[in-house]
């Protein structure tokens, strides 16, 4: 029991949501929660294709999970970065005290950053739109009993002026410390949105077809720093194996450097 409620104050904080959703006349309400991003923190996560049969048919399953111990193959690492307030790092110890993180809680829920209507009428219309949901319809537009909640929504007000990835040890070739960008790819926002740090306005979301994969392209629209983003490695380093830490450093609007580091094992 006591694991389990610390998981869920986790993905609250965090804003990972279920896809349970509140439904008046067809659309989902979003409960936002705008935060200055002072600190960033990041996991090694491993991303695994799990194909099953049903009906004749074979069907693939792709995971995202929490790195068991730190060895992974290269083509499985995925290097995931969270950002919010102070103190998110209490979040990265493997089993916090209870304690710790209700007052990391309470003092993220007291230090929430404005609200901005007009963005926020802009990021739900933008998720109501996602491929799939426009073609749902419902017979009743009354709102329906024993729903969930509406959804626990994150954004951060704080632009990205630059952002980095290196290893400290030599990695492609190059000398360690050299920026990495060009090796990874940009595998998944949390949410699918981008927000402009210069108009506070959606720029990229659910409902747009094409992928932001590139860092540089992602850079090039002056973001606002993503609640949750996923990187992957585009190809295998010729070092393999090797043990390297890899620094994350994100340059803020606001001059702030903001970085963390972890260890993996490439195999």
Not at 13 to 29: A, F, N, P
Request: charged share 25%; aromatic share 8%.
């Amino acid at each position: 029991m006591k694991t389990r409620y610390i998981i869920a104050m986790l993905l609250a904080v965090l804003g990972i949501s279920s896809c349970d959703t509140y439904v008046v006349g067809g659309k989902t309400s979003l409960i936002f929660y705008p935060r200055v991003c002072e600190e960033i923190m990041t996991h090694p996560m491993q991303y695994i294709e799990r194909s099953q049969e049903f009906a004749g048919k074979t069907y693939t399953n792709r995971v995202i999970k929490h790195l068991d111990g730190n060895e992974v193959e290269a083509e499985q690492f995925i290097l995931q970065m969270e950002t919010g307030s102070k103190g998110l790092k209490v979040l990265k110890i493997r089993q916090p005290n209870d304690e710790r993180v209700r007052e990391y809680l309470a003092l993220a829920d007291k230090n929430l950053a404005p609200k901005d209507p007009a963005l926020g009428r802009q990021l739900t219309r933008d998720y109501n739109n996602r491929p799939g949901e426009r073609q749902r319809s419902y017979k009743s537009r009354k709102p329906i009993v024993g729903m969930p909640p509406p959804l626990h929504w994150e954004y951060r007000v704080t632009g990205v002026k630059d952002f980095r990835i290196i290893s400290l040890s030599p990695l492609f070739g190059l000398p360690a410390e050299t920026s990495l960008n060009d090796y990874f790819s940009i595998y998944e926002f949390k949410p699918r949105q981008i927000i402009s740090s210069r108009t506070k306005t959606l720029l990229w979301g659910y409902s747009d077809k094409g992928e932001i994969t590139r860092i540089g392209q992602w850079l090039a629209m002056s973001p606002m720093a993503p609640p949750i983003v996923l990187f992957r490695l585009k190809s295998r380093p010729q070092e393999l194996p090797i043990k390297t830490k890899f620094v994350t450093i994100l340059e803020t609007t606001a001059g702030t450097t903001l970085r963390d580091t972890l260890e993996v094992q490439l195999k």
